[in-house]
């Protein structure tokens, strides 16, 4: 049964175990927007979203995200983990409007005994007592067997006792986690399938863990010897080295085992991004499917691939995920990548000029590790020494700055030809000079957009002396736009990163006007 293409089962585990991680709360409606977007728009079967009996504030979400979900049908795909405590987690989720309990039982031996000081026999009758409760409340209950993988390989004997006496009982799915993430795919695929053969007529869940960073490849495992569901998280969020990350799983059960699923994988990138915000756990650059480097193509030869018709096609491609695929501009970027870049910028140059743009790019990549797009027509102003882009000059720059004192700046510029010679003050010096160029641009109808993020950096292992480089995301409406600026002291260099954008932007208002 086990290789043919079928249905599997995400259930994401964000809201419960995601939550777990160390600094990460969310609030309940963040928690709602959260459930809603999983089940609405990236369409998992299941999700967990709580522990029962936590805190008040996490039973107001829970209580939100159920009556949204009564409302929407999805009222038995939401799902609240609980304890083998008879009445009181089961009164607890009935308390919230739930219809799911996944109710933590002991899956090793070791835990019984050293935890809860009680025999298989023991604690056999207290889980049936609370599965007894749960279902004469109506609820549907699937049972977690926690930290299986290790009571598997200790005794066995223990894992299927607890099974023979389980099984009788009005249990939908048997959830099997690897709590410590210590197993490796052929140990899940040899316990997953003695599991599977020895209860035919059982659905098991896979809940992995990503230790020693094979939660996905596990997953495939699981999944070859028959499980039914995978539990996931968004961005692997989740203790430690976290869970199986669900845009991982999703294409992966996809592309390499033709399985299927619900998933709408275009949401996987914003869901991803709405989980960083609110968890404040920034997604790495190179992390599969939604880090932010994934689609940029660093080395020439493959924006050339592209150029020629998409020689270096894989499954992988931007436009599954709803996202655009951009060619970095670096040492290792070739004609191709300039090219590409170009025609964004819906620039135009001949094959001489493109020549000194690139060598002029290959020089400062050396040294400097990234050049947006945004630097390019800059790069190019300054190496065809065209006068196109200087709509604005700092000639002058001078700033006072103390400790527990206002700071004050003092600037000479020349816009479009004029010069202008002013005074600014702020709690920073970088405030300081906001105040005083938005006193000149105020003469070209010109406002500066805000600020939505700055990051100053040195590069790796530099001394007090070296270069600063700030890089300044401007919220320019409709978009977000970096600039960079690199100087050793820097205040300047956030100056400017902010002459570079105003810069742009004044060509832009420039071309528009005359178009
Ligand atoms: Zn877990």
């Known amino acids: 049964m086990s290789t043919h293409s079928r249905h599997i089962q995400l259930m994401d585990t964000t809201l ?6 160390q600094g990460v709360a969310f609030t309940p409606m963040e928690k709602v927007s959260i459930a809603k977007a999983l089940l609405q728009f990236l369409r998992v079967d299941r999700i967990e979203v709580a522990s029962a009996r936590v805190s008040e504030g996490e039973k107001e979400a829970v209580s939100l995200i159920n009556q949204w979900a009564q409302q929407e049908g999805f009222a038995e795909r939401v799902e609240v983990l609980g304890f083998v405590d008879h009445t009181r987690s ?4 009935k308390s919230t409007g739930g219809r799911v309990i996944n109710l933590l039982a002991k899956g090793s031996e070791k835990h019984c005994r050293e ?3 009680k025999t298989l026999e023991q604690h056999s009758i207290d889980v049936l007592q609370t599965i007894g409760y749960a279902h004469e409340q109506g609820l549907k209950i699937n049972v977690y067997l926690e930290d299986w993988s290790n009571g598997y390989k200790d005794s066995r004997d223990y894992v299927y006792g607890l099974m023979e006496r389980l099984q009788p009982a009005p249990i939908s799915h048997f959830m099997l986690p690897d709590t410590l993430g210590v197993m490796s795919p052929d140990e899940v695929f040899a316990s997953f399938s003695d599991m599977c053969q020895r209860y035919p007529a059982l659905q098991f869940d896979f809940h992995p863990h990503n230790d020693y960073g094979l939660a996905t490849a596990n997953v495939m495992a699981a999944v070859r010897a028959g499980v039914s569901a995978v539990h996931c998280t968004v961005n692997c969020l989740g203790e430690r080295a976290g869970n199986a990350s669900i845009a991982e799983v999703a294409v992966v059960l996809r592309d390499k085992m033709s399985m299927e699923l619900s998933v709408d994988e275009s949401h996987l990138v914003r869901i991803s991004e709405m989980v960083e915000n609110f968890s404040g756990k920034r ?4 992390a599969p499917i939604v880090g932010a480097d994934v689609f940029t193509q660093t080395a020439g030869i493959h924006a050339d691939g592209d150029q020629k018709g998409g020689l270096y096609k894989t499954k992988l491609g931007p436009e599954r995920f709803s ?4 060619y970095a501009l670096g040492k290792m970027s070739g004609k191709a990548s300039l090219k590409k870049n170009l025609e964004q910028l819906e620039l135009d140059l001949s094959e001489e000029d493109q020549k000194k743009v690139l060598a002029r790019i290959v020089s400062i990549g050396d040294s400097k590790q990234t050049i947006t797009t945004d630097d390019l027509p800059f790069i190019i102003a300054d190496v065809l ?3 196109s882009y200087q709509h604005i000059k700092l000639l002058a720059c001078s700033i006072n700055s103390g400790l527990d004192l206002p700071s004050t700046v003092s600037i000479r510029v020349d816009v479009k030809g004029e010069k202008h010679q002013t005074t600014g003050a ?3 010096g970088f405030d300081a000079f906001i105040d005083a160029i938005g006193k000149v641009l105020q003469h070209y109808d010109y406002t500066l957009p805000t600020l939505a993020d700055y990051e100053i950096r040195i590069p790796k292992g530099g001394h007090t002396s ?3 480089e700030c890089v300044i995301t401007w919220d320019c409406g409709n978009e977000l736009r970096k600039t960079r600026g690199v100087h050793v002291n820097q205040v300047f260099a956030g100056i400017l990163a902010t002459i570079k954008l105003i810069n742009i932007q004044l060509h832009e208002m420039a071309n528009s006007l005359e178009a």
């Open 16 to 21: 419960r175990d995601g939550e777990q991680t």
């Open 90 to 93: 089961v009164d607890w989720i």
């Open 115 to 117: 935890q809860l000081g």
């Open 283 to 286: 997604v790495a650059a190179n």
């Open 323 to 326: 996202r655009i695929r951009s």
């Open 385 to 387: 020494e065209s006068k």
């Open 426 to 428: 702020g709690s920073g």
């Open 466 to 468: 070296a270069l600063t």
